[in-house]
């Protein structure tokens, strides 16, 4: 490529940020690449995204000498997914590795490197494990073989670190177990980590294999932030129970993310989950998305109205609720009523409002509300939102939850009050909103006049192009406040 060249001459640069991702440069660019990147002796930062370039060995073994002697390089950042690299290159970098003593941040990914062996990861992690200045290190798409041909060695590349972040793709029906029993075997051994990330989506965990992760991860008593993927795996509540119980112990954690939709959580692992979340005292952000799961609409709501109040120094909160079956929305409504649905969101949305630290606030409950009554309800009580003195961006998903136009109503004279926002995300497809719910929404928007980023979702809904037009003109008067005002509105 041209701009290769070109960056040899940079010679006072400390840092670069490189993406050459799908360029077919193969070995022969990434070794011109290596060679323009020997002329930066000042570099300390580097991130090269080089995915799907059909590099080989050749290219990986000029990249890997000239960063292992780059004087100042502390922070490495690589993306070699989808290329060529076997047992070879992996062995090369292990080698350079193993010099490379100034590091303290790294991230490497080889995913859909298809030859590279389980024995030449283990080698690799050890030469990783021998960067004693390393403090943080993501290792993206580990496969299970990998992970069980060298326990020992990912007990020494994380004996050691502050932070660590390992995503697994295995992806079979034996995966889940080893993969986590291998995980919880190296974790058990650390004490000083203060941030942990782990992505085991998708791969079969089951109950067990949760329970052996949350029993490792409870004896992590200094983390302070902690992110888990663990969707689309076969989870149930004695899983989440346990992993409930972890948390509990984790006394000092102030950012928590988890994914956890797509498994089999019911009512127990809910009240569970999010009784321990409510009693972490150091907690100020929040991100939790329990979709797709088995339990009960009112429970949740109910269970998580309570948890909220307790949530008072949040900062960020993002919460997924979301639902996929609509008959089931029906046969509840029936059991409990309308006024019981009225009721439950209602609180729901008052208790939002009492959150009054919070800054960032995403709420999704796609398709779990299934009442126009309670829809409407949910939104009156945002009204409460004024309250919060900080808040400055919102993100409110009601996709497929029966909004009409009196909820629209409702939601404009809501919008109009939070005057002070900076940042609005409203996603209200698939509704039931016609021409003149649009004209409320087009109303209410107009009234945020601190409005700098706004995205608006309202595709596949009952409106005419009257409506559309109501819209469309209200973005319009939006962007006459000047070039800074970001926006997006989608209504195919």
């Known amino acids: 490529c041209d701009v290769i060249p070109a960056i040899g001459k940079l010679q006072q640069l400390t840092s670069l940020s490189l993406d050459m991702k799908a360029r ?17 002796r000042q570099l300390q930062s580097v991130t090269l995204n080089l995915r799907s370039n059909e590099i080989g060995d050749e290219g990986c073994r000029a990249l890997a000498e000239v960063l292992r002697h780059a004087p100042r390089l502390t922070t490495m950042n690589l ?12 062995l090369v970098w292990a080698v350079n590795l193993r010099e490379m003593q100034q590091l303290t941040s ?3 990914s080889f995913r859909g490197n298809q030859e590279i062996s389980g024995e030449a990861w283990a080698v690799w992690l050890e030469a990783v494990g021998n960067l004693r200045r390393l403090r943080n290190v993501t290792l993206v798409s580990l496969r299970r073989r990998t992970i069980e041909a060298s326990p020992k060695a990912l007990k020494g590349v994380v004996g050691h670190l502050r932070e660590l972040y390992l995503a697994s793709a295995s992806r079979h029906h034996k995966a889940g177990a080893s993969v986590c029993s291998t995980l919880a075997g190296a974790l058990s051994q650390l004490q000083q980590l203060r ?4 992505d085991v989506a998708d791969n079969f965990v089951d109950d067990l294999g949760c329970t052996a992760l949350a029993d490792a991860l409870g004896k992590l008593q200094w983390l302070t932030t902690i992110s888990l993927d663990m969707s689309c795996n076969c989870i149930r509540d004695a899983g989440f129970s346990a992993l409930s119980l972890a948390l509990r112990r984790l006394r000092q954690l102030k950012h928590v993310t988890l994914n956890l939709r797509s498994n089999c959580m019911g009512d127990a692992g809910c009240r569970d989950l999010a009784k321990v979340l409510g009693q972490l005292p150091e907690l100020s952000s929040l991100s939790l998305d329990i979709g797709f799961n088995t339990w009960r609409k009112d429970i949740a709501l109910t269970t998580w109205t309570q948890t909220l109040s307790q949530l008072r120094n949040l900062a960020f909160l993002g919460l997924s609720m979301e639902k996929r079956s609509k008959s089931r929305h029906l046969l509840l409504q029936r059991e409990l009523g309308k006024n019981r649905w009225a009721a439950l969101y209602t609180a729901f ?3 939002l409002g009492k959150l009054q630290r919070v800054e960032i606030l995403h709420v999704s409950l796609r398709g779990a509300i299934g009442s126009a009554v309670g829809c409407t309800c949910l939104v009156k009580a945002l009204g409460s939102l004024a309250q919060l003195q900080k808040l400055r961006s919102l993100s409110l998903d009601l996709e497929r939850d029966c909004l009409t136009v009196q909820g629209c109503d409702a939601l404009a004279k809501t919008l109009d009050q939070l005057q002070h926002l900076t940042s609005l995300s409203l996603a209200v497809a ?3 909103i016609e021409a003149s719910g649009c004209f409320a929404l087009a109303t209410g928007l107009g009234q945020l006049k601190e409005l700098t980023s706004l995205r608006l979702r309202v595709s596949q809904n009952c409106t005419t192009a009257e409506g559309r ?17 970001d926006w997006q509105l989608e209504e195919l």
């Open 24 to 40: 077919a440069i193969q070995d022969a660019g990434c070794i011109a690449l290596a060679e323009a990147l020997a002329q930066l």
């Open 349 to 351: 949305g008052l208790a």
């Open 469 to 485: 037009s109501f819209l469309k003109d209200a973005f319009c008067r939006m962007q006459g406040r000047g070039l800074g005002f």
């Open 106 to 108: 790294m991230r490497v």
């Open 195 to 198: 941030s942990l990330g782990l």
């Open 79 to 90: 993306h070699l997914d989808n290329n060529q690299i076997n047992n070879t290159g992996c």
């Open 430 to 432: 698939e509704n039931k």
